[in-house]
């Protein structure tokens, strides 16, 4: 790689932006060291284009193959990733291979089975307020020869918010545009993950702001899995409802694509190789062009001359635009990726499939330098490696996880010194369950914790007009852990007492 100073204006982005620190600027111009991998960040942050890449030998260097990036590693010296190494030749992995027994009890939670699940859940517990009054049930019972104690609330929690994954390549809007509920704003749509888009509804400052109800009753139908429609800001119109398919502007979406365009080319290329000279394969994300990728290359494809609309990540994959044609881009048109033909590298006869990463759409064509792209039927090769990509997709659904903090005043119920819950807590001592379900507790300050709204019994979660969200809550540990936390002993009872009967909560008396 080389600088153009001509064209080079000292701008620094290349500098900041390479992987290796190996770019700097000399008398106000950019200069490429000796340890250039060739990765081409610079190339792509360039805003005036200054930077050219020259074909030159390998000499003792290595292509590392690990990514599509393909560094070129001189001896000694790391590819971008700074993960692999060229040693005497060979490509070696920075670091050794990390086995369980080194890190056992280091960075892993203990596992204490005689913890999970909880005696009892939190649903229908009641709750307890002032909450300096111990906690509605601290019940105890002897587990594994060890006496354990579940303590359960249903806790109203004002943190709280609720995330919605929603399986989808169809746009729905942008990034950061305002999610509506009965024509009020609840929340935005997030950063998308993976093959799905990502929508936060709720958090403290929507509970407590203008819409505050709107938004407590949008999460709890949410969490509770019943359908509900929303609306985001210059985009769709949804119909959600946890483990069901989305339905986007009144279209109901099958299928979740199996990977984006570039993982389509190297999970089916034997099938691509045999279905056409050239596979296109559409997606928002990553489109691929299957004779220019790693995986098109490894099994022996002729890189053809077609040129891609789309900017150029690395050789044979490209930055997709969202829009809502063929695999969630603006593309209506399939032969519209296609900007321009090199007859050279092209010849007569070229066979061009194109379709999208949930394979629900396919088009076929013949090239020839006369008669540009002619549609034919697809071939029986094609029909196979379309059918195949198709048949590999998961059924789209939407999936939700309640986001909550629960190391407010309501640990004052279940202990005389919330700190030591909030320890214990994250030392694992504790065990906090949500309707029983298990739960992630995110590391430092508090009590905060998500769960997968499907784990916990239907009907679990409820609002009230504070506004703040009520959910079932349990901590469950060891009874001498309990005491010496400076649990309520004079309020636990044992399981034995309430094994068995129907027990609705009363309001306790106040002194």
């Known amino acids: 790689m080389i600088i153009d100073p001509e064209k080079c204006n000292a701008?620094?982005?290349?500098?900041?932006?390479?992987?290796?620190?190996?770019?700097?600027?000399?008398?106000?111009?950019?200069?490429?060291?000796?340890?250039?991998?060739?990765?081409?960040?610079?190339?792509?942050?360039?805003?005036?284009?200054?930077?050219?890449?020259i074909e030159e030998a390998l000499g003792d260097r290595i292509i590392c193959s690990a990514c599509p990036v393909n560094c070129r590693i001189a001896p000694d010296k790391s590819g971008a990733c700074r993960r692999f190494v060229n040693e005497q030749g060979e490509l070696s992995r920075v670091r050794p291979l990390v086995f369980y027994d080194e890190?056992?009890?280091?960075?892993?939670?203990?596992?204490?089975?005689?913890?999970?699940?909880?005696?009892?859940?939190?649903?229908?517990?009641?709750?307890?307020?002032?909450?300096?009054?111990?906690?509605?049930?601290?019940?105890?019972?002897r587990r594994d020869e060890i006496d354990v104690v579940t303590v359960v609330t249903e806790a109203p929690l004002s943190y709280s918010g609720i995330k919605i994954?929603?399986?989808?390549?169809?746009?729905?809007?942008?990034?950061?545009?305002?999610?509506?509920?009965?024509?009020?704003?609840?929340?935005?749509?997030?950063?998308?993950?993976?093959?799905?888009?990502?929508?936060?509804?709720?958090?403290?400052?929507?509970?407590?702001?203008?819409?505050?109800?709107?938004?407590?009753?949008?999460?709890?139908?949410?969490?509770?899995?019943?359908?509900?429609?929303?609306?985001?800001?210059?985009?769709?119109?949804?119909?959600?409802?946890?483990?069901?398919?989305?339905?986007?502007?009144?279209r109901k979406t099958d299928r979740m694509r199996v990977g984006?365009?570039?993982?389509?080319?190297?999970?089916?290329?034997?099938?691509?190789?045999?279905?056409?000279?050239?596979?296109?394969?559409?997606?928002?994300?990553?489109?691929?062009?299957?004779?220019?990728?790693?995986?098109?290359?490894?099994?022996?494809?002729?890189?053809?001359g077609i040129q891609l609309v789309f900017p150029l990540s690395t050789p044979g994959r490209y930055f997709g635009r969202h829009g809502a044609g063929w695999g969630g881009t603006p593309i209506e048109n399939p032969l519209e990726v296609i900007t321009s033909v090199d007859s050279a590298k092209t010849p007569d006869g070229t066979r061009v499939l194109i379709t999208e990463t949930t394979g629900e759409q396919a088009a076929y064509y013949i090239y020839s330098?006369?008669?540009?792209?002619?549609?034919?039927?697809?071939?029986?090769?094609?029909?196979?490696?379309?059918?195949?990509i198709r048949q590999t997709c998961q059924m789209s659904r939407v999936s939700a996880f309640f986001a909550g903090g629960?190391?407010?005043?309501?640990?004052?119920?279940?202990?005389?010194?919330?700190?030591?819950?909030?320890?214990?807590?994250?030392?694992?001592?504790?065990?906090?369950?949500?309707?029983?379900?298990?739960?992630?507790?995110?590391?430092?300050?508090?009590?905060?914790?998500?769960?997968?709204?499907?784990?916990?019994?239907?009907?679990?979660?409820?609002?009230t007009p504070t506004p703040a969200m009520i959910v079932p809550v349990e901590y469950t540990m060891f009874l001498q852990d309990y005491e010496a936390m400076g649990g309520h002993m004079e309020a636990v009872k044992p399981f034995s007492e309430i094994r068995g009967r129907i027990i609705r909560w009363k309001q306790p008396r106040r002194p």
Not at 17 to 30: R, S, Y
Not at 111 to 137: E, N, Q, V
Not at 213 to 223: K, P
């Open 260 to 304: 984006c365009g570039s993982a389509t080319a190297g999970l089916f290329a034997p099938l691509l190789k045999r279905a056409a000279d050239e596979v296109i394969v559409l997606d928002s994300h990553i489109t691929s062009q299957f004779s220019h990728h790693a995986s098109g290359r490894f099994v022996g494809m002729i890189p053809t």
């Open 369 to 388: 330098a006369d008669k540009g792209f002619t549609s034919i039927p697809l071939p029986p090769e094609a029909e196979e490696a379309v059918a195949a």
């Open 406 to 463: 629960a190391g407010g005043s309501a640990r004052a119920g279940v202990t005389r010194y919330p700190l030591k819950l909030t320890r214990a807590v994250h030392q694992h001592q504790a065990v906090l369950t949500v309707g029983g379900a298990p739960v992630f507790i995110l590391p430092g300050g508090g009590i905060t914790f998500y769960v997968d709204v499907e784990q916990v019994p239907e009907g679990a979660f409820s609002w």
């Open 11 to 53: 701008c620094g982005l290349c500098v900041k932006d390479c992987p290796l620190e190996c770019i700097g600027l000399v008398e106000k111009k950019a200069v490429i060291g000796p340890d250039c991998v060739r990765c081409r960040t610079c190339v792509r942050v360039c805003p005036r284009q200054a930077v050219q890449e």
């Open 165 to 250: 994954k929603v399986d989808t390549d169809l746009s729905i809007g942008q990034e950061g545009a305002e999610i509506r509920f009965e024509g009020r704003p609840v929340g935005m749509v997030e950063t998308e993950e993976y093959g799905s888009k990502i929508l936060a509804i709720g958090g403290v400052n929507r509970l407590t702001g203008k819409q505050g109800f709107a938004v407590a009753r949008a999460i709890a139908a949410v969490a509770n899995r019943q359908a509900i429609e929303l609306s985001i800001k210059k985009g769709a119109d949804l119909t959600l409802q946890v483990g069901h398919p989305p339905i986007i502007n009144k």
């Open 103 to 141: 890190i056992r009890g280091q960075h892993l939670p203990p596992f204490s089975p005689s913890l999970s699940p909880p005696l009892i859940t939190g649903i229908g517990a009641g709750t307890t307020y002032p909450d300096h009054l111990p906690a509605p049930y601290l019940i105890c019972d």
